[in-house]
């Protein structure tokens, strides 16, 4: 199993000469399986690229789409995805639950005039909507699971499994929302039983600690509380994503001092999502392969 990033920006497309090292593109991560199926999980506007390179024997398999919620930055890449316009295509599109209106509906209000020139219901691709699993479900080789977290409106994170390895992508997430995390039990923190063991996580690093203050309720994370949250769960590899629209890259790798200064060991435990970068999970080890460009260190 093998995820590689395609945009990692949140809130806002940010590119630009100060954003070109990590990119500027929002949440697109795809995530490749050992029995062939892709899986992509959000459809911020990276996707576009995502979507350009797939052909040959990968588009004649169904894909899926696993959405965390339905933020502009995080769904406004399907109406650029290629697949959704290959008459022969089916696409299986995943998002949280809500109370009032079906997924199917709620994507139809965004691909539809004024919002969109095509109406979700002329999209040639075969569509298939399905509620997040909350239950782990078998998609190709791997597992997979949803659980919700804390952001504003619906939002769920995910957790993937196979071959005895383990990706969660958790983009979108205040997890210290009216708590210290230190004070807290396992139980209580919110993602904490998608997180738990895994071997990668993408998580949440929008703000620096004292940015925090004025974004309290906003939905994201301080960098303190990412590495609690990451000491807590006993992760892994921590993969700092959804980057705020206003860091350049100099402020990112600030940030990411911060967050090793915090964490103490290991520094390679710790890094920046970077537009380009793939992460494999082997049977044997985690390995992290930067972008063109990006030093590791």
């Given at each position: 199993?093998?995820?590689?990033?395609w945009g990692c920006?949140?809130?806002?497309?940010?590119p630009?000469?100060d954003?070109i090292r990590y990119?500027?593109?929002?949440s697109?991560l795809?995530?490749g399986?050992e029995s062939?199926?892709?899986?992509?999980?959000?459809?911020g506007t990276?996707?576009?690229?995502l979507?350009?390179?797939?052909?040959?024997a990968r588009?004649?398999?169904?894909l899926?789409?696993?959405?965390?919620?339905?933020?502009?930055?995080?769904?406004?890449?399907?109406?650029?995805?290629r697949?959704?316009f290959d008459g022969d295509?089916?696409?299986?599109?995943w998002?949280?639950?809500?109370?009032v209106q079906?997924?199917?509906?709620r994507?139809a209000a965004?691909?539809s005039?004024?919002?969109?020139?095509?109406?979700?219901?002329?999209?040639?691709a075969?569509?298939t909507f399905?509620d997040?699993?909350e239950?782990?479900?078998?998609i190709?080789?791997?597992?997979?699971?949803?659980?919700k977290?804390?952001?504003?409106g619906p939002t769920?994170?995910?957790?993937?499994?196979?071959?005895?390895?383990?990706i969660?992508y958790?983009?979108d997430?205040?997890?210290?929302?009216g708590?210290r995390l230190?004070?807290q039990?396992?139980a209580w923190?919110?993602?904490?039983?998608?997180?738990?063991g895994?071997d990668?996580?993408?998580?949440d690093?929008?703000y620096t600690d004292?940015?925090?203050?004025?974004h309290?309720?906003?939905g994201?994370?301080?960098?303190?509380?990412?590495v609690?949250f990451v000491r807590?769960?006993d992760v892994?590899?921590?993969v700092?994503f959804?980057?705020d629209p206003?860091h350049?890259?100099?402020d990112?790798e600030?940030?990411?001092?911060d967050?090793r200064r915090?964490?103490?060991?290991?520094?390679?435990?710790?890094c920046?999502a970077?537009?380009?970068?793939?992460?494999?999970?082997?049977?044997d080890?985690?390995?992290?392969a930067?972008a063109?460009g990006?030093?590791?260190?």
């Open positions: 199993m093998w995820a590689r990033v920006r949140g809130s806002i497309a940010a630009g000469p954003t990119g500027g593109n929002t697109c795809e995530v399986l062939g199926e892709t899986l992509v999980l959000d459809a990276g996707m576009r690229a979507g350009a390179s797939i052909d040959g588009a004649e398999q169904p899926h789409i696993l959405l965390t919620h339905l933020h502009m930055d995080h769904v406004q890449g399907l109406g650029f995805f697949p959704l295509g089916h696409v299986h599109l998002g949280p639950t809500s109370p079906t997924l199917q509906e994507i965004y691909l005039p004024p919002l969109f020139p095509v109406r979700l219901a002329d999209i040639p075969r569509l399905h997040a699993p239950e782990p479900v078998r190709g080789s791997a597992t997979v699971r949803a659980a977290v804390t952001h504003q769920v994170g995910y957790r993937i499994e196979e071959n005895g390895r383990s969660a958790i983009p997430h205040e997890p210290s929302l708590v230190e004070d039990p396992p923190i919110s993602g904490h039983d998608l997180a738990q895994v990668v996580l993408f998580h690093a929008q004292g940015e925090y203050p004025d309290v309720g906003w994201h994370s301080a960098i303190g509380h990412v609690e807590k769960a892994g590899t921590l700092l959804h980057h206003y350049t890259d100099a990112l600030m940030l990411l001092t967050a915090h964490l103490g060991g290991d520094p390679d435990r710790i920046l970077s537009e380009g970068m793939k992460v494999s999970c082997d049977r080890a985690v390995v992290v930067p063109a990006v030093a590791t260190g």
